[in-house]
T-cell receptor, first 114, second 112 residues
Framework: AQSVTQLDSQVPVFEEAPVELRCNYS??????LFWYVQYPNQGLQLLLK??????LVKGINGFEAEFNKSQTSFHLRKPSVHISDTAEYFC????????????FGTGTRLQVTL | AAGVIQSPRHLIKEKRETATLKCYPI?????VYWYQQGPGQDPQFLIS???????DKGSIPDRFSAQQFSDYHSELNMSSLELGDSALYFC???????????FGSGTRLTVV
């Protein structure tokens, strides 16, 4: 079985400040890792994913994440946030097997203010 | 680019009624997943289909059933609806190697 822990339920930050949303995972097998963003009353949009290769993954909207196997972490970062980044962010993991489901963390609410 | 289409977008049902949610995956995607997201909750996996066969099952109540048809679209059938079934239901699709799941916009089910 696999699990995901998002350590912060809410992260308040001022506009143009950097932000890091933390994600740790647990799995006995190889995994793929994902970050999704959900704006109010909307669906889940893929920000970025780690499948293999370089541990630093760049995604949309200026976000990036680093896969750290030894620490079983996949933290999401952005050097300068905007008001429009206010949303719920979900970290998710899946096995590398065929048609493997996603297991989500409980989400982190990023609140950007002026 | 084509996306995952879910219908209806909103659905209001009374307790003990039935509901059918539909999902049309991205063309050439052979795998469909269903998730339930309660208010303020993370999405919970319900069930998935690969090449029209059930591939995995999560926390799906016995009152719910689903299937994937020959054209790869999927339907989630929900019977004897309860207030607690009120949630956002997402469908996602992927190709066999699950290099990325694409989610639909969801169906918001309200049971009154």
């Amino acid at each position: 079985a696999q699990s995901v822990t998002q350590l912060d339920s809410q992260v308040p930050v001022f506009e143009e400040a950097p932000v890091e949303l933390r994600c740790n995972y647990s799995s006995s097998v190889s995994v793929y890792l994902f970050w999704y963003v959900q704006y109010p009353n909307q669906g889940l949009q893929l920000l970025l994913k780690y499948l293999s290769g370089s541990t630093l993954v760049k995604g949309i909207n200026g976000f990036e994440a680093e896969f750290n196997k030894s620490q079983t972490s996949f933290h999401l970062r952005k050097p300068s946030v905007h008001i429009s980044d206010t949303a719920e962010y979900f970290c998710a993991v899946s096995h590398t097997g065929t048609a493997s489901k996603l297991t989500f963390g409980t989400g982190t609410r990023l609140q950007v203010t002026l | 680019a084509a996306g995952v289409i879910q219908s209806p977008r909103h659905l209001i049902k009374e307790k003990r009624e039935t509901a059918t949610l539909k999902c049309y995956p991205i063309p050439r995607h052979d795998t469909v997943y269903w998730y339930q997201q309660g208010p303020g909750q993370d999405p919970q996996f319900l069930i998935s289909f690969y090449e029209k066969m059930q591939s995995d099952k999560g926390s799906i109540p016995d009152r719910f059933s689903a299937q994937q048809f020959s054209d790869y679209h999927s339907e989630l059938n929900m019977s004897s609806l309860e207030l607690g079934d009120s949630a956002l239901y997402f469908c996602a699709s992927s190709i066999r190697q699950n290099y990325g799941y694409t989610f639909g916009s969801g169906t918001r089910l309200t049971v009154v």
